[in-house]
């Protein structure tokens, strides 16, 4: 699906981000929820299946439904994660006061 990904680390990519001068605001470890979405979006795929493979062919319909299948046990186990990551810019005086919570990050305070 994704020829020649590569799935960089947690740790990788905030020492990267860090080195390029931003500052970590929020980090939400996603994991369990992609699990189940990927589950989700695997079963309606499977659902729809007939209508799938007349627009997309039955060897692409059949790599998605792989894709999906592998990525939700892949995150269920824990062999892949995904992380939302919250950052500005390392002394950024033009934002201003920030969140000092989850909640007010999303919510603008």
């Known amino acids: 699906v994704f020829p020649n990904g590569d799935l960089s680390g947690v740790t990788e990519t905030l020492t990267e981000m860090e080195r390029a001068g931003w500052e970590l605001l929020d980090l ?3 994991r369990k929820h992609y699990a189940r979405t ?4 695997a079963e309606r795929l499977k659902a ?3 209508e799938a493979r ?3 062919g039955e060897q692409i319909y059949r790599t998605w ?5 592998c990525s939700s046990v892949a995150f269920a186990s824990g062999s892949i994660g995904l992380y ?7 002394w950024d005086r033009a934002t201003g ?3 000092t919570t989850r909640e007010g990050i999303y ?3």
């Open 28 to 30: 939400e470890n996603l």
């Open 38 to 41: 990927c589950r989700h979006w």
């Open 48 to 50: 729809r299946a007939d």
């Open 54 to 56: 007349a627009i997309v």
């Open 65 to 69: 439904l792989l894709y999906l299948t």
């Open 84 to 90: 939302q990551i919250v950052m500005q810019k390392q």
């Open 97 to 99: 006061d920030q969140p």
């Open 107 to 109: 919510t603008g305070w």
